[in-house]
Structures are given as C-alpha cells and as structure tokens.
C-alpha cells in the first residue's frame, strides 16, 4: 500500500514544491492548512486530501495525522510579532505529541544549519524545533541547510534585489560571513527520498551545496551571472542589526519583520559540520548544483515566468482571519466605499486578462507616482510596499502576494479581491470585476472597501480621499483602455 505522507506548510515556498514530487513519485498526500481557499487553484489541488485547521491546534493537528506515514513539517513563524521561539516551541511540540501519539513512523524537518556556537535567536529556534522531533519517540529526521537558492526563495529574493538594485553599497560586516548554499532542486531530492530512510534513524543532517562563500562574494557571483558589471561592496564596522534590517526592508521586497531575523542568523557562520547524509542519500550522477548554476537556473525560471512557489505565497499572520466588512459575520463599526463602474466596450475574457495581470511589472494602470509614493511609505514603516511584486506576470491564485496587497479571491473571469496588507489604521480591499450584461455590454465595476480602526483610521480615510479621483479614476479608465488595446491587438494578428 501506498505510503500517506502529510505536508504542513503547503502554501509556503518548500511545502508548496514538495507536494507535486511526493504525488508523482506514487505517494498518497494529505495537506494541513488554514485556509483551504488558497490551494484551490493549485494544480494538484484534486490530488490531495485537504484537512483544515490551526497547527496550535492540538485536535486539529492530531486529526490530520491520523494513519500517517511519514510528516513533513514545513511551518515557519519568522516576521510573526511576539516571543518567536516560544511560538516555535509550542507548535513543535503539538505536533510532535501528536505523531507520537498516532503512531506516525517518521517526522521530516527542514530547519537551519546550527553549528555556530553564536547562534541567532531565529536560528536557536530552529535549532530547538528540531530537538524536540528527535526526543518525541517519533524517528525523525532534521535537516540543516543554510541560504536556498531558488527562483522566488526568500534568499534568493533578498540577495537579487540587493545586487541588482546597488552597483555600489556600504555593507554591514556580516557579508563577509562564510555560508554554504544549496539549490532548491538539491533540497526537494534530500525531503522527497527522506521518506525511503531505514526505519529508527533519527538525527540530524547537515546539507549545503558545493561552494562556501561569504554574502559578498555571492553578491559578485550573483551579478557576474545576471550579466551586471562588478558590485563595488565595503563593509563597515557600525551598522547594527536595527540599521541593517532597515536597509534591506528599503532596498529588497523582504519587509523589516522578516529581514531583522534573517540579518541576525546571518552573523552566524551557516557552513556543514559534517556530510553524513552522502551515506544514505549519495549525490545525483551529475552531482549537486553549484551556486553558479543554481542561480543561473532560479533566474531562468524567472525570465520564463514559471517560478512555481514563491516566499510571499505563505500565509502573512492575521492578515486574512478577518471577515470582509460585507459579509454577514461583519460586526458593526464604519464602512467606507469607493465604488466605479465603466461600459468596458471589450470581450469580457480580454477585460479579465487585463485585471489578472495587474500589480508587479504590469503596475496600477493611474498615477504611477502615488503608487510608488504610498509604497515607499509603507516600506518606512515597516510594511511589505510595493517590492514584492508578483510570482507570475499573467496569472493569479487565492493567497497569493501582489505588491502590497493578498490575493483573497480569484473567480477566473468574474472577480479580483485584494487585500491590503500594507501598514494602515484599517482593514482594506480592493475588488474588480467583470459583469457582462449582456451579449454586447461588459462593465468594469471598482470597487474600494475600507473599514477605519479608531479616530486614527477616519483621519486617515479622508486624508486619502482627495487622491480617490485621480488613482481609482484613472485606474477604471486605463483598464477599460487596456482591454480595448488588447481586443484590437487580437483582432489585427488575425487579419
């Protein structure tokens, strides 16, 4: 029979990856999640079994781990406010009294590389999670690996952008710490064949890729690459963690929350401390990716658009626990709307097309420079802005990141809802339809839906509003124009 493996963390960048391996190498799936809305569109959706829960939920997680196999943990709480390792270690440790208590016959565990006596907070977390699988009486295994290079990786994200986007930069001391990357293909191959090791081994494993190399020399690896001309880098004594996590929260897509841990783990020298994994899992034939080669792949797969999981599809903590304000289950308080309609004069499907692609390289379709305005905005106060983007320029599914804003829904053909996670005193979205009314008439209808926290949140609604006119304005206008253009643009390469 049929081995049932549980994946946790499946909207996040690995879990997200690992599910379709599992499937096609004969396995049974069965996915932990909160919101099951957000794997709808995925395409191995009808291929898994889905549960729903909370994995601080002891019910929840012991239900799903029923007649399991073997489990994937693949959660991760890094950018959540409050004590992260207390947070660590109680779900950890639910989950690990659980498949203790179901008879679960392995745990596999992808944490960080802890051989530094120095350990960061995040890293000593990860460090800590792995300790408590491999004492719960479940044979486990617990992999240490340190930067992952792959296209959409959290990594992989902050070390483009910070290259691409300064040819010459003042560093703080820790880009010449020494790491051992590994590709995200090499790390897919050691979790999928993790499932086929000898029952009762439990312990952990160092993996990382062929190359050790500072920060700064990945940085001059990176855009030798990409083709950019040699990165003038200087490292400096006294920017502190603080300093450095603002930095990168103004220069990359990785928001100050996330960037502060990352900094800190990344004084720590991430290099393996043994290679006892080659034992039991022996390198494929044509042997591990460099880190040249994995980053000429990651920005393959990005040209190509095909980047299949990326950091920002995990779930942002408490961003979507709230109900939209005109649901039922909305309870009281103020309510304003922004609500624009606009004869199309295109093909529905053409209309849909133009509002699928909105947001990341394709932009807002109005005033450009409000958007980058508010964005930049967002960034200083610790918000996500405008950098993220998106991980595919044509096509959307429910949780996915588009800049500053969550996809909450995607009714292909019919509605766009967005959430706002940028930082605000409110809850916000932004929703955009196509309504066909009839054979011949298409409308576009815009819709702004904000719901104020406090006196703070109407101060600023109505410090906004002036600017309604001109960017949502202007947004119905040049969507319905775009829509236009490309209808016109289909119908002159078939004359």
Not at 55 to 70: F, K, Q, T
Request: glycine share 8%; net charge neutral.
């Amino acid at each position: 029979m049929q081995k049932l493996c549980l994946v946790t963390g499946a909207t996040g960048y690995v879990g997200g990856r690992l599910i379709p391996l599992l499937l096609d190498a004969g396995y049974r799936v069965r996915v932990l999640v909160r919101h099951p809305e957000r794997i709808a569109q995925l395409p191995w959706h009808d291929e898994v079994d889905i549960f729903t829960g909370d994995a601080n939920d002891p019910v929840a997680v012991s239900r799903a781990l029923a007649d399991v196999d073997v489990a994937y943990y693949m959660i991760h709480s890094i950018g959540i406010a409050g004590d992260l390792e207390k947070l660590e270690r109680n779900t950890a440790q639910i989950f690990a009294n659980a498949a203790n208590k179901n008879h679960v016959s392995r745990i596999v565990y992808l944490g960080g590389l802890t051989n530094d006596p120095h350990l960061s907070p995040h890293l000593r977390s990860r460090a800590e999670v792995g300790n408590i699988f491999l004492a719960s009486g479940v044979p486990s295994i617990a992999f240490g690996a340190a930067v992952i290079i792959g296209s959409g990786s959290l990594s992989f994200e902050m070390l483009r952008y910070l290259t691409e986007r300064l040819p010459a930069m003042i560093t703080p001391r820790w880009v010449r710490t020494r790491i051992q990357p590994i590709a995200i293909r090499d790390v897919l191959r050691y979790l999928l064949l993790a499932a086929e090791l000898p029952s009762g081994l439990n312990r952990t494993f160092d993996i990382g890729g062929p190359d050790v190399l500072t920060y700064e020399e990945m940085m001059h690896r990176y855009a030798s690459a990409a083709g950019l001309r040699k990165r003038i880098i200087l490292p400096i004594n006294f920017l502190s963690p603080g300093l450095s996590s603002r930095w990168i929260g103004l220069v990359t897509p990785v928001p100050k929350s996330i960037a502060r841990p990352l900094v800190d783990s990344l004084k720590s020298e991430v290099v393996c401390a043994e290679s006892d994994i080659k034992q039991y899992i022996p390198d494929p034939p044509e042997g591990l990716l460099t880190f040249d080669d994995a980053v000429k792949l990651a920005l393959s797969r990005i040209r190509e658009a095909n980047v299949a999981t990326r950091w920002t599809s995990a779930s942002t903590p408490g961003a979507p626990s709230d109900p939209l304000p005109t649901d039922p289950a909305w309870a009281g308080g103020s309510l304003y709307l922004d609500v624009r309609e606009q004869l199309s004069h295109s093909s529905a499907q053409a209309l849909w097309n133009v509002i699928e692609r909105i947001g990341g390289d394709n932009g807002w379709y109005s005033f450009p420079l409000a958007w980058e305005t508010r964005g930049f905005l967002d960034r200083l106060t610790g918000g996500p802005g405008l950098r993220r983007g998106r991980r595919d320029p044509n096509h959307l599914n429910a949780g996915e990141a588009v800049d500053f804003w969550r996809v909450e829904e995607c009714d292909r053909g019919h509605l766009l809802r967005l959430r706002a996670e940028m930082k605000m005193p409110g809850l916000a979205w932004l929703e955009l339809s196509v309504i066909q009314k009839d054979v011949n008439d298409v409308v576009y209808r815009q819709r702004a839906i904000y719901a104020p926290k406090g006196l703070l949140g109407h101060i600023y609604w109505w410090s906004v509003w002036p600017f309604h006119g001109i960017v949502f304005g202007s947004m119905v206008k040049n969507i319905t124009a775009a829509a236009r253009a490309m209808d016109a643009a289909g119908s002159a390469s078939t004359t």
